[in-house]
C-alpha cells in the first residue's frame, strides 16, 4: 500500500534537485516550444512578414540597422504536465507489481512536477478514463493528488483501450502540455493513441513498466495461457520454439515502439517492475540528461 | 486377406479413447498473461511442422493401435492357405533300417530328415506321420502342431520285422484322398523290393538312406536229432550274403555250455534277384539238449542277423513197458535201440508201469501166457495183435485169420512218425485184420488195401492214443529193415508226446530274414525341399505386424514425446 511519509518526500525531494541539475525547467526534457509571442524569454529575430504582430517588432533594432525584425520568444509561463496512469487487469497480473511500481512512479514523479512548478493533472483508464484530478499547481497539493494515486485499484476484467481514454482526454479540453502515460504498453492501439495525443499538441512520454514473465515468461509444457484482462484461455504445449518466437516478437513489438518514438521524439522509458523505484527514477533522471 | 481372431477387432475402438486423450487437453498449469497479443502471434509463427506436429502423432498413434489390433486379429493370406500341403510322412522302422552302413544308422538318419520335414510345416499346413514295419502305424494323424509331431517321431523305434510299405503308402493316399495338395514323404532305406515302384508314384518323395553294402546272415538254423541215436544232434547252419561284396566270416555253432564248433568261409557279392548262401552241416553230440545258436562273428552292417538260435529239448531215451515174449525180435530191437530204454512188463504190466513216469505200453503178439488185462493207462503201440487179450482195448481181433497180402506197402500219410521212414520196398506177405469201435486212421497201408499201420486217437475207456502195427512178424521184411526200428522210435516218441524231431530257429524271432537284404533299390537320389516356398520364413503376419508397431511406436515417440523439431 502506497504510503506517504517522510522518508519518500526526503527522498523524492533528492531527485527533484537532481532533476533540476539535469532538465532545468524542463520536466522530463521536455521540449521548448518556439513562440512568437507571450514567451519568458526572446531567443532570436526573424524577418518581418506581412501580418506579423507589430507588438513584437524590435524598434530599437530596426532604429539602429533599418530593418525590420521581429523577436522570437521561449518557454511558457504555465507548464501543463499530466499523468495518464494505467489501471487495466494487465497491470494486476500474477501480485500486482506492475501496478504498484506505476503508482510509486507516478507518485514521485508528480512530486517532481509540483516541484518544478507545473501544473499537474491525473487520469487513470482502462478500457476508459475511469478517474481524472484537475490540473493543479504547488506543491502544497501534493497529499491530494497523493491520495488520488494511492486510491486507485485495478478491477477484474478490464481491457486495455488507450485510445478510447486518449479520445475522452483530450474531448475535455485541457490546456495542452507533458502526457506521460504509464501502462505495460501492451494495447494494440497503443501508438495510435500517442498519435491522437501527438496531434492534439500534447507531448506525450512513455513510461512503459513490464515485469519478469512479460519479459522472460518461463513455460514449458503443456499450459494453460489465459488473457489476464478478456479472460480467454489457450491451451499449448509450450516449447523451446515457441519462447523464442515469443522473444522474438516482444523484441519486434519494442522496437517497433522505439522507431515509433524515437521518429516524434516521444520519450520512452522501459521500467521493470522488479526494480526498485530509485533505481528507476535514477534511470529516468539519467535518460533525460542524455 | 482372412483372420483367424476376427472378434479382436473392437479393440480398435479404443481409438476414439486415443484421439480424446490427444485432442481434448485436460491439465496444465494456469498462466495469466497480459502479452495475450504478443503469444498469440508468437504461437502463430510456428512453423507447419510444429503446427501438424501433434496431429500427426495422433496419426502415428492410431496407425500403431490398427497395426496392433490388425496383428490381435492375426491375419493370413487366404492364398497361403489355398497353397498349404497336407503331408504324410512314412518312416520305414524295418529291421534293415538298423543298418549302419551310414553314421549313426540309417533309422537316426532317416529320423533327422524326417524332423527337417516336420520342421518345415508351415502354420497352415498339415502333417500326419505313419510307421511302417510289420504292421502300418498312425504315431500322429493330421495335425500342424510341431511338437505334437516330434514326439512322434521321438516315439519311434525300429523293429525287427520287415516293412510294410505299400500298405503305408496306400494308407496315406487315403488320409489324403480329401485334401489338397497332399504330399507323402517315406523315409526308409529303399531295400524294400517295393522300394522303386513306390518312388514312382504321383506326390511321393522316397527319401532313401545307406547304398550298397556288405551284410551276411544266418539265415536258417535246423537241428534234430539223428536217426539212429537220438542223443546226437544234426545241425545245418545257412549262412547268406545280402550285400554287394564279398564277406569273409566266422561261424560258431555250438550249445550254450557245450561243445562249440567253428567255421571261416567267404561269400561272395549278391547280385540282382540272386544272393549267396552257404549250407553247412554240423553233428554234435547233446543228449541234455539246451540253446542252440550259430553266430557270425566280424563287422557287419547288421548286428541282429548275425545269430540265430534254436532250443533243442533234452532227449533221454524213452522208457517203455513191453508186454510179450521175452525171446521175440521186436524186443530184442527195442533193447537195442538208443533212444529207448525197455522195462519188461511180461510178467504184470501194471507193476512195471508203476517204475515208470507216463509209461508207452508196447503189446507185442499177447496170449494166454501173456495176459493183456490190466489197467495200464498210457499210450500203446500194439505190434502184431493176435490175441482175443486186447477186449481190453476193445480191439475185436479173430486169432489165426490173417489175411495174405501179396503187394508192398503203400505209404499213405506224411505222419511226422513217417519222417525219415521209407517203407515202400518193405514187402509183406500177412496182416491181422481187426476191428475197431472207434475211429482210426490208416497212416500205411498195402498196395492191396490192407492195413499196415493204424492211428487210435482214444482206446476205449482209456482215451490214450495207440498205433497198430498190423504185419506179422515172421511175414515181412520189415524187421530186418533199417526202417523199423526209426520207425519204432518215432512211433514211441510221439506216443510219448514228443511232437517233432526237427528243430528249427525262428527266423523272425530275431530278425524278418527279408530285412537282412540291406541294398537298396535303385532310386534316382531326390533333392527334396521340405519346405514349400523359400520366401516364405513361416512366421505369422502377426510378428511382422508387431515388428512394424515397435517401429512406429519409437517414431510416434521420437516425434511426440522427445518433440523432434524440423
Redesign the interface.
Known amino acids: 500500500m502506497l504510503q506517504l511519509d517522510a522518508d519518500f518526500l526526503k527522498r523524492c525531494e533528492f531527485y527533484h534537485r537532481a532533476a533540476q541539475r539535469t532538465w532545468g525547467r524542463r520536466f522530463l526534457a521536455r521540449r521548448e516550444e518556439l513562440r512568437l509571442a507571450g514567451g519568458t524569454e526572446v531567443t532570436g529575430y526573424t524577418d518581418y512578414t506581412s501580418g506579423n504582430d507589430l507588438r513584437y517588432v524590435d524598434w530599437n533594432r530596426c532604429a539602429r540597422h533599418d530593418e525590420l525584425v521581429v523577436k522570437l520568444f521561449q518557454g511558457n509561463e504555465d507548464n501543463y504536465t499530466y499523468f495518464l496512469l494505467d489501471c487495466s487487469t494487465?497491470?494486476r497480473?500474477?501480485d500486482g507489481q506492475?501496478f504498484a511500481t506505476a503508482q510509486e512512479l507516478s507518485t514521485a514523479l508528480v512530486y517532481l512536477a509540483l516541484a518544478n512548478l507545473d501544473c499537474v493533472g491525473l487520469a487513470t483508464f482502462d478500457n476508459r478514463l475511469t478517474a481524472e484530478h484537475p490540473a493543479v499547481r504547488g506543491k502544497q497539493l501534493f497529499p491530494r493528488l497523493f491520495n488520488f494515486i494511492a486510491d486507485q485499484s485495478v478491477d477484474d476484467a478490464k481491457p486495455t483501450d488507450l485510445l478510447t481514454a486518449t479520445e475522452a482526454f483530450v474531448a475535455r479540453g485541457y490546456r495542452s502540455g507533458l502526457a506521460i502515460v504509464i501502462s505495460?504498453g501492451?494495447d494494440?492501439r497503443f501508438v495510435t493513441a500517442l498519435d491522437l495525443l501527438r496531434r492534439r499538441d500534447y507531448e506525450p512520454y512513455v513510461l512503459r513498466i513490464v515485469d519478469v514473465?512479460?519479459e522472460e515468461?518461463e513455460?514449458l509444457?503443456?499450459?494453460?495461457?489465459?488473457?489476464?484482462?478478456?479472460g480467454?484461455?489457450?491451451?499449448?504445449?509450450i516449447?523451446e520454439?515457441?519462447l523464442a518466437?515469443?522473444r522474438?516478437?516482444?523484441e519486434e513489438?519494442r522496437e517497433q515502439l522505439r522507431k515509433y518514438c524515437s521518429r516524434y521524439g516521444i520519450g520512452l522509458m522501459h521500467i521493470r517492475a522488479e526494480t526498485s523505484v530509485a533505481q528507476s527514477l535514477e534511470r529516468i533522471v539519467q535518460a533525460g540528461r542524455a | 486377406m482372412n483372420f483367424f481372431s476376427p472378434e479382436q477387432c473392437w479393440w480398435g475402438s479404443a481409438a476414439v479413447l486415443l484421439a480424446l486423450l490427444y485432442l481434448v487437453?485436460l491439465?496444465?498449469?494456469?498462466?495469466?498473461?497480459?502479452?495475450?497479443?504478443?503469444?498469440r502471434?508468437?504461437?502463430a509463427?510456428?512453423?507447419l511442422w510444429?503446427r501438424w506436429q501433434?496431429y500427426l502423432s495422433l496419426l502415428l498413434a492410431i496407425l500403431l493401435l490398427a497395426v496392433l489390433v490388425l496383428a490381435l486379429c492375426d491375419p493370413y493370406f487366404t492364398k497361403r492357405t489355398d497353397e498349404a500341403r497336407h503331408m504324410v510322412v512314412i518312416v520305414d522302422t524295418s529291421a534293415s533300417m538298423f543298418a549302419a552302413d551310414v553314421e549313426p544308422d540309417r533309422f537316426a538318419r532317416s529320423l533327422a530328415q524326417a524332423r527337417q520335414a516336420v520342421g518345415a510345416v508351415n502354420m497352415f499346413e498339415q502333417m500326419a506321420i505313419l510307421s511302417a514295419s510289420k504292421t502300418v502305424g498312425i504315431e500322429c494323424g493330421m495335425t500342424g502342431d510341431r511338437d505334437q509331431l516330434y514326439a512322434a517321431l521321438e516315439s519311434l523305434t525300429p523293429s525287427n520285422t520287415g516293412a510294410q510299405l505299400t500298405e503305408a503308402v496306400e494308407t496315406a493316399r487315403k488320409m489324403l484322398a480329401d485334401k489338397p495338395n497332399g504330399k507323402i514323404f517315406v523315409f526308409t532305406d529303399a531295400a524294400h523290393p517295393d522300394a522303386e515302384k513306390i518312388a514312382d508314384l504321383e506326390n511321393v518323395e522316397v527319401i532313401a538312406q545307406g547304398g550298397p553294402t556288405a551284410n551276411a546272415a544266418v539265415t536258417n538254423l535246423v537241428a534234430r536229432p539223428r536217426l539212429d541215436d537220438p542223443t546226437l544232434l544234426e545241425v545245418v547252419v545257412e549262412v547268406t550274403n545280402f550285400g554287394s561284396k564279398a564277406v569273409e566270416r566266422e561261424l560258431t555253432v555250438g550249445l550254450q555250455d557245450g561243445e562249440e564248433t567253428t567255421l571261416t568261409f567267404t561269400l561272395p557279392a549278391a547280385e540282382r534277384n540272386r544272393l549267396r548262401s552257404k549250407t553247412q552241416a554240423f553233428t554234435m553230440e547233446s543228449a541234455a539238449g539246451g540253446l542252440l545258436a550259430a553266430q557270425l562273428t566280424g563287422k557287419d552292417t547288421i548286428a541282429a542277423d548275425d545269430r540265430l538260435y534254436v532250443a533243442v529239448p533234452s532227449r533221454q531215451p524213452r522208457e517203455v513197458v513191453f508186454v510179450g515174449p521175452e525171446d521175440s525180435e521186436v524186443l530184442a530191437i527195442l533193447q537195442a535201440m538208443p533212444g529207448i530204454q525197455v522195462v519188461n512188463g511180461t510178467g504184470g504190466p501194471d507193476a512195471a508201469a508203476q517204475e515208470v513216469d507216463e509209461p508207452v505200453f508196447v503189446f507185442h503178439r499177447l496170449s494166454e501166457e501173456h495176459p493183456a488185462t490190466c489197467n495200464c493207462l498210457g499210450p500203446y503201440l500194439f505190434v502184431e495183435p493176435l490175441d482175443h487179450a486186447y477186449e481190453t482195448f476193445d480191439l475185436e481181433i479173430e486169432p489165426g485169420e490173417t489175411v495174405p497180402v501179396r503187394a508192398t506197402i503203400q505209404q499213405k500219410s506224411e505222419a511226422a512218425v513217417l519222417a525219415g521212414v521209407e517203407l515202400s520196398t518193405v514187402v509183406v506177405e500177412e496182416t491181422i485184420p481187426i476191428a475197431f469201435k472207434d475211429s482210426t486212421e490208416s497212416l500205411v497201408t498195402a498196395t492191396s488195401g490192407e492195413p499196415i499201420l493204424t492211428y487210435i486217437p482214444t482206446v476205449g475207456y482209456t482215451k490214450h492214443p495207440a498205433y497198430v502195427l498190423h504185419t506179422r512178424t515172421g511175414k515181412t521184411d520189415l524187421l530186418l529193415r533199417r526202417e523199423f526200428p526209426l520207425l519204432i522210435t518215432n512211433l514211441v516218441r510221439d506216443l510219448a508226446g514228443v511232437q517233432s524231431n526237427v528243430y528249427s530257429a525262428q527266423p523272425d524271432r530275431f530278425i524278418d530274414p527279408i530285412e537282412s537284404n540291406v541294398t537298396p533299390q535303385e532310386i534316382a537320389a531326390a533333392d527334396v525341399d521340405f519346405v514349400a516356398d523359400r520366401r516364405d520364413r513361416g512366421r505369422p503376419l502377426w510378428v511382422y505386424l508387431l515388428g512394424l508397431a515397435i517401429m512406429l511406436f519409437v517414431a510416434e515417440w521420437f516425434l511426440f514425446q522427445r518433440?523432434v523439431?524440423v
Open positions: 494487465s497491470m497480473r500474477g506492475k505495460d501492451f494494440p514473465f512479460d515468461p513455460v509444457g503443456g499450459v494453460r495461457l489465459t488473457d489476464v484482462e478478456a480467454q484461455t489457450v491451451r499449448q504445449s516449447d520454439t515457441d518466437n515469443y522474438q516478437v516482444l513489438h | 487437453r491439465g496444465g498449469k494456469l498462466h495469466e498473461v497480459s502479452a495475450y497479443g504478443i503469444w502471434e508468437a504461437l509463427r510456428r512453423s510444429r501433434r518433440g523439431t
